[in-house]
């Protein structure tokens, strides 16, 4: 089955760059989404179609891809960044197979 | 604004069978296609499945085919899943979360507030 590999956790100070990493082998091909989900809160979009930010999520979120590795970069973290970020995809099947990364536990401290 | 929520959770024994709802508002539902989410305690997100806008095409993740049945009813703006043949690790928080594309299928943007649904004897 077709799997999505993120880092368990990252770690920054606050007004650093915090970068976060997802691996899949259909990711040349598809485009990855990106979530953020703090405690005991349903998951927010913080980017779309690999690089798009919907409104309403402040501009130090930025996504990026190149060949296999899609990347979530936030840029001056803040401590209310603190969360956890899944990335989202789907395989190159013709039947649609979605799939999330295992997620990152990012700290802001 | 977007409002969706999930109903139908509960405690139910191993071998069983539960009904779980998602409401919908706020936006064009017979125009989206629709996920269903769900989240074991401690553990990350797992997608389980999708519809089609009109309810035609529907895919399941490979945990849940073959016992899980995710419908639609336009009219109620109104989604289901229906879970039968329950099992310990299907005890999870479930989220409905509309797909960002009409008439499409891209990836969730709105996502409700999840129901708990807990398997055990």
Same mark, same amino acid.
């Given at each position: 089955s077709y799997e999505l590999t993120q880092p368990p956790s990252v770690s920054v100070s606050p007004g650093q760059t915090a970068r976060i990493t997802c691996s899949g082998d259909a990711l040349p091909k598809k485009y990855a989404y990106w979530y953020q989900q703090k405690s005991g809160q349903a998951p927010v979009l =913080?980017?779309? @179609?690999?690089t798009k930010r919907p409104s309403g999520?402040?501009?130090?979120f930025s996504g990026s891809s190149s060949g296999t590795m899609a990347t979530l970069t936030i840029s001056?973290?803040? =401590?209310?960044? @603190?969360a956890d970020y899944y990335c989202y995809s789907t395989d190159n099947?013709?039947?649609y197979r979605a799939v999330f990364g295992g997620g990152t536990k990012l700290t802001v401290l | 604004q977007v409002q969706l929520v999930e109903s139908g959770g509960g405690v139910v024994q191993p071998g069983r069978s539960l009904r779980l709802s998602c409401a919908a508002s706020g936006?064009?539902?017979?125009?989206y296609a629709i996920h269903w989410v769900r989240q074991a305690p401690g553990k990350g997100l797992e997608w389980v499945a999708v519809i089609s806008f009109h309810g035609t095409n529907k895919y399941y993740g490979d945990s849940v085919k073959g016992r899980f049945t995710i419908s639609r009813d336009n009219s109620k703006n109104t989604l289901y899943l229906q879970m039968n043949?329950?099992?310990?690790?299907?005890?999870a928080v479930y989220y409905c979360a509309k797909d960002r594309t009409s008439g499409s299928r891209t990836g969730p943007d709105y996502w409700g507030q999840g129901t708990l649904v807990t398997v055990s004897s």
């Open positions: =913080v980017i779309y @179609e690999g999520i402040p501009e130090r001056g973290a803040q =401590v209310e960044d @603190e099947s013709d039947n | 936006f064009t539902f017979s125009s043949s329950l099992r310990a690790e299907d005890t």
